[in-house]
């Protein structure tokens, strides 16, 4: 058996750098869905003495943010036809047999083309990741600017 292609490599180090920032978009989702729960927490508080409009409207975009936040994390479903890397494509060989014959039968280009249609695939899905970050993220700023000028004008 040969060593591994010089385009084999590149995909699959492509394929790592990919996964790397899709667990960081993860990563930041889950810390603004959290702040944004308390802030959500803090601007609900019935004793909670604050100028009202700044104050609901500083909750609704903590509820945003946490909706923005929560489509992050909403875990992909990815199957994307006949390939071989995706649990989805994967799952549709009638068994663990017939999926190891169809990647024996793969030859070296068609290995080059199964990374490159996975690393697309993957970057769309860090691309809508990246998205919905940058969207929490502003509704959280929102949210805190008013909820800060709400309790503090109060």
Request: charged content about 15%.
């Amino acid at each position: 058996m040969e060593g591994e292609r010089a385009d084999e490599r590149l995909g699959k180090s492509i394929n790592a750098y990919l996964n790397h920032y899709i667990t960081v978009a993860d990563g930041k989702a889950g810390a603004v869905a959290a702040a944004s729960l308390v802030l959500i927490g803090f601007a609900v508080a019935p004793d909670a003495a604050a100028v009202p409009l700044p104050r609901w409207l500083g909750a609704l975009a903590a509820v945003f943010a946490a909706g923005f936040a929560a489509s992050v994390l909403y875990p992909r479903t990815p199957h994307f036809g006949n390939g071989h890397i995706f649990w989805g494509d994967i799952r549709q060989f009638d068994s663990a047999n017939a999926y190891w014959q169809s990647l024996h039968a793969l030859s070296a280009d068609q290995i080059g083309l199964e990374l490159a249609r996975q690393n697309f695939n993957v970057s769309a899905v860090l691309l809508r990741k990246m998205a919905g970050v940058r969207r929490a993220i502003i509704a959280f700023g929102i949210s805190a600017l008013l909820l800060a000028y709400a309790f503090g004008a109060a």
